[in-house]
Nanobody
Framework: QVQLVESGGGLVQAGGSLGLSCAAS????????MAWYRQGPGKQLELVASMPSDGRTTYVDSVKGRFFISRDDAKNTAYLQMNSLKFEDTAVYYCHAAVVVRGSPGSWRGWGQGTQVTVSS
């Protein structure tokens, strides 16, 4: 019903910037929440940033002031701008969304396929 497709990962030197995108497609009525998670090597999955439909944002402490989440509801797309990247930001980044599907009760929740971000020190 709904697909999330991420793009924008890659290799960057420490101190550099990268932008990620997450495009949702399908029979979407409304996107209640879009969020970015990451899983670094040997680490647990971690919530990096989230943005519900009211526009408020939350960030994990380690990225505050460096990462910025935004969304364009007209395009059903979320973004994560990552600045001043550090070696420890290296991870697979996953998009997560809670979506109201037309004609269906409740909320669909799902994940993108993940995109690798590698920061070289």
């Amino acid at each position: 019903q709904v697909q999330l497709v991420e793009s924008g990962g890659g290799l960057v030197q420490a101190g550099g910037s990268l932008g990620l995108s997450c495009a949702a497609s399908g029979n979407i009525s409304r996107i209640n929440l879009m969020a970015w998670y990451r899983q670094g090597p040997g680490k647990q999955l971690e919530l990096v940033a989230s943005m519900p439909s009211d526009g408020r944002t939350t960030y994990v402490d380690s990225v505050k002031g460096r990462f910025f989440i935004s969304r364009d509801d007209a395009k059903n797309t979320a973004y994560l701008q990552m600045n001043s990247l550090k070696f420890e930001d290296t991870a697979v980044y996953y998009c997560h969304a809670a979506v109201v599907v037309r004609g269906s009760p409740g909320s669909w929740r799902g994940w993108g396929q993940g995109t690798q971000v590698t920061v070289s020190s």
